[in-house]
């Protein structure tokens, strides 16, 4: 007993870094799923009180960039009204729609935390549970798809987003309608995605436009980025290709949260077929 | 001995604040990142306890993870390294040579020890670090050139504050 405390105290460098190291390595692989790291995470509340006051900060660097994708909006949004449309019947008729029901709503958020120089990058958000967001959302911006919503606190919540080794959302070619899924490229480009698994009878072109597919999270038609090489990797029976990111993920200020209204009716219904099964 | 515990705190803010809010937005290439946090851990005192040692390489590990979003990860890395440290400082220097409570700084140790010091660490710390957060063999050769810059950029940049807060030897 004795001999073993004095070999305890005489290599006790060794066996504190023991300790500590399985510590962090339990918190680490417990918690790295995302699940329920509130009390070590950016919407914790002294870190996420400080990034929101040096985001506070930062904003005026970005105004320029701001105002001119909100003026872009704007004419693009002013293009879509009623009084800009040229109206080549004379007789009135109204159109009460009962066809369409509207299945997507957004929530607006302003990003608060953002990084783009990892393997792994999350995005943090300042709206939360209150505001109507939960886990599994699709997130856009104005330019195209930015990620999927990981962890939802009351007041902010954290994105994983496209640039993610986990990140993986079905998309496809814009013109022939093929699906695949698109994923970030491992060399770590923030510009750069790979659309994977397309059938072989596709025939992209390069510049072909790349939008979000009808089973994704996402309304379809969201864009994604522009094929920009065609030989990127062969994958057998299917077409892998390079594809530029419509979204420049290092500019990120403002995105919208999907909230699609038939979800929990899907998730619902795809869980009971399974169980039959 | 007061005058020791305050300088180490303001360091362990100061750099926490650099490695958050400045250096997290820094990449060369999207390949080098920096990590100059962990100098804290390297310039301790000496005659600092091994538990406490541990603990508060513990601590800044789970500070950086909490801004980093990625709980447990440097905290890990951060263990390894006070570990190597140990191990290196009981090689490198003899335990009765030093009296007023010297650190292994630069402008006390001298270029050449504080210089294998600073690379011999740092190379084990983002070895951990690049490989525990990817932890993928198709993507190996990625890693290590990370891990190879950013290592050089690391130690560039300790060097650099090292030379900024050069201080003429007090010794006589």
């Given at each position: ?9 005489k ?28 009390f ?15 985001n ?14 909100l ?10 009204l ?27 958020a302003?990003?608060?935390n ?33 990620g ?33 899924y ?12 790979i ?6 009878n ?76 | 001995?007061?005058?020791?515990i305050?300088t ?20 060369l290439?999207?390949?080098s ?47 390894v ?18 009296d ?73």
């Amino acid at each position: 007993m004795r001999n073993l405390l004095i070999f305890i105290t005489k290599y006790n460098a060794f066996f504190l870094f023991l300790i500590f190291e399985i510590i962090s390595l339990v918190i680490y692989i417990k918690y790295n799923s995302f699940q329920k790291a509130t009390f070590i995470s950016s919407t914790a509340r002294v870190t996420g009180a400080l990034y929101t006051q040096v985001n506070g900060a930062k904003d005026y660097l970005h105004l320029k960039d701001v105002n001119d994708s909100l003026a872009k909006e704007n004419a693009r949004l002013r293009g879509q009204l009623k009084t800009s449309f040229y109206k080549d019947t004379s007789a009135k008729h109204e159109v009460n729609d009962t066809n369409y029901k509207q299945q997507y709503t957004f929530i607006e958020a302003k990003v608060i935390n953002n990084s783009i120089n990892r393997r792994n990058n999350y995005i943090t958000i300042d709206r939360g549970t209150l505001q109507g967001v939960a886990k599994g959302m699709g997130v856009i911006c104005g330019s195209g798809l930015v990620g999927k919503v990981v962890f939802a606190g009351e007041h902010l919540s954290v994105v994983q987003s496209l640039l993610h080794k986990d990140s993986r959302f079905s998309a496809m070619l814009a013109t022939g309608k093929e699906l695949g899924y698109i994923e970030w490229s491992d060399d770590l480009n923030p510009h750069k995605g790979i659309l994977k698994d397309v059938s072989n009878n596709a025939q992209p072109k390069l510049g072909e436009a790349v939008v979000t597919s009808e089973f994704s999270l996402f309304p379809a038609g969201i864009p994604i980025g522009k094929v920009s090489n065609l030989h990127s990797r062969q994958g057998g029976y299917s077409l892998n290709m390079e594809v530029t990111l419509a979204v420049d993920f290092s500019k990120l200020q403002y995105v919208d949260v999907v909230v699609n209204k038939l979800a929990n009716e899907q998730a619902g219904l795809e869980a009971q077929q399974k169980k039959d099964e | 001995m007061s005058r020791i515990i305050l300088t180490n705190l303001v360091r362990f803010v100061a750099l926490v604040f650099l490695q958050v809010f400045l250096l997290k937005n820094f990449t060369l290439y999207n390949i080098s990142t920096p990590y100059i946090y962990i100098m804290f851990i390297l310039l301790l005192p000496f005659e600092i306890p091994n538990v406490l040692l541990f603990v508060l390489a513990f601590i800044m590990g789970i500070t950086i993870d909490a801004f980093y979003d990625t709980p447990g990860l440097h905290a890990a890395s951060c263990v390894v390294l006070a570990f190597v440290r140990v191990l290196f400082i009981s090689i490198t220097v003899q335990k009765d040579g030093f009296d007023n409570e010297p650190e292994p700084t630069l402008s006390m140790m001298g270029f050449r020890w504080f210089f294998t010091y600073a690379l011999i660490l740092t190379l084990v710390h983002h070895f951990f670090l690049f490989n525990l957060e990817v932890f993928r063999f198709s993507e190996i050769p990625y890693t290590l050139s990370r891990f190879v810059l950013s290592s050089i950029f690391t130690v560039f940049l300790m060097l650099l504050s090292g030379f900024l807060f050069f201080r003429k030897k007090e010794r006589k």
